[in-house]
């Protein structure tokens, strides 16, 4: 997918980050028109308002949900122009996701999540290093797709987006598999936590595990049925 096949008046998230210091400002947004293959503009009065408090080190996590699909990029916003409307440049390329290639059931387990790189999670064993913990908390929700983790804490953007996750379904059925971050946003139901991520598990290597794991889950709400 590329900027000119986005539709004029697709709705845009876009997520502030900051390496320097701790940003969570989230912006809903409105594909306003293209300016050239890397170049377009936005309509975000939000986005509008906090242009001049930006500066170089302030990248935009923006993503476009389409159908099942959603696509994320990173960008810099260049210029503001009139109206609410701010000119965004395009610094990756677009990755394009499946967003359920299967239902997600809200099984709470405790999951703790380490940074890798891209050459560990396409691998066949994995090993864990306590160093390289990121995130120690619950599930939210997962599948034999990936997981959703709903959390206070801030998951540092340099590491992303190779992760390894560490969880048990039972005391026999217990996992480290790779994954890849697909989503980080902010989470609606600030009662439960204040950030979203969202994680595609990484099966290249390990077609068995994937088994293992839906297995696995069935097995799990199976029990939860019977209580």
Known sequence: MVLGHIERGAKLTIFEENERQIVSEEYDAVFHYLENDNLFSVQ??????R???LDSENQLNISLINGPYIHTFYGRAKEKIRGGVVLIEQLTEIQTY???HYDRDEIRIAVKVFYASEEEIKGDTFSIREDRQVLSDMLFDISAGGFCVV????????HDPYYLAQFALSEKETFILPAELVRRSLYKRTSIGRFDYGFRFVFDAIAAEKERLENAILYKKLQATRL
Do not use: I
């Not at 975000?44 to 308002?49: H, S």
């Open 98 to 100: 499946n967003r359920r």
């Open 151 to 158: 959390t206070n804490a801030v998951l540092d953007t340099k």
């Open 51 to 53: 242009f001049d408090g």
């Open 44 to 49: 975000c009065k939000r986005l509008w308002e």
